[in-house]
Nanobody, 115 residues
């Protein structure tokens, strides 16, 4: 069972930036695609960014051009750089494999975009 721990969230003004980190308990990046998901209050969890073992990336239309997913396999860590943040980006952000493993959901990290 892989454990994932997210960090880096916080309160930021519209137009600001944050960098999220996801530390994995084991080296899985060469095997599994990893993704960042988010869940806003009253909404379903959605995939926002994905990175494959080969390094290819995909983004939800709502974040494309503003968010960048990357990884450091030596550190077993995946990152999400978020720029030009909008109030609608407010959510709890999680990382997990693709498809997600139920046993690997962490606590997530809260991102709040507000003036």
């Amino acid at each position: 069972q892989v454990q994932l721990v997210e960090s880096g969230g916080g309160l930021v003004q519209p137009g600001g930036s944050l960098r999220l980190s996801c530390a994995a308990s084991a080296g899985i990046f060469s095997i599994d695609a990893m993704a960042w998901y988010r869940q806003a209050p009253g909404k379903q969890r959605e995939l926002v960014a994905r990175i494959t073992p080969g390094g290819s990336t995909n983004y939800a239309a709502s974040v494309k051009g503003r968010f960048t997913v990357s990884r450091d396999s030596a550190k077993n860590t995946v990152y999400l750089q978020m720029n030009s943040l909008k109030p609608e980006d407010t959510a709890v952000y999680y990382c997990n494999m693709v498809p997600p493993r139920g046993s690997s959901w962490g606590q997530g990290t809260q991102v709040t975009v507000s003036s």
